[in-house]
């Protein structure tokens, strides 16, 4: 089992910017790759980023691509999006997931992951 806990989100003005971490505890030996998803209230939830966990390579959906960024610091086992020129359409809750089996494209459905985390508000008011 893999744990994941949020934490970093708030609110912020539009332009701004945040960055959200998502540590990861347990068998984090496992994870084959990290993503975020956000979910706005009303709507289903969408991917936005992920990076696998060895590698490194990273996959960003067209809305957030060139304003987020997703890293890690494996040592600490923990995951970060930092995103950055905020528009009030950002505005969601953020769960960061992690798969431990091996897809070979870049897993971007909620039904490819595993493990989910709590969740973290981003509001970014215009």
């Known amino acids: 089992q893999v744990q994941l806990v949020e934490s970093g989100g708030g609110l912020v003005q539009a332009g701004g910017s945040l960055r959200v971490s998502c540590a990861a505890s347990?068998?984090?030996?496992?994870?084959?790759?990290v993503g975020w998803f956000r979910q706005a209230p009303g709507k289903e939830r969408e991917f936005v980023a992920l990076?696998?966990?060895?590698?490194?390579?990273?996959y960003y959906a067209d809305s957030v691509k060139g304003r987020f960024t997703v890293s890690r610091d494996n040592a600490k086992n923990t995951v970060y999006l930092q995103m950055n020129s905020l528009r009030p359409e950002d505005t969601a809750v953020y769960y960061c997931?992690?798969?431990?089996?091996?897809?070979?494209?870049?897993?971007?459905?909620?039904?490819?992951?595993?493990?989910w985390g709590q969740g973290t508000q981003v509001t970014v008011s215009s």
């Open positions: 997931a992690a798969h431990d089996r091996y897809y070979s494209n870049y897993a971007t459905f909620p039904w490819e992951y595993d493990y």
């Open positions: 990076i696998r966990w060895r590698g490194g390579s990273t």
């Open positions: 347990g068998r984090t030996f496992s994870i084959y790759a």
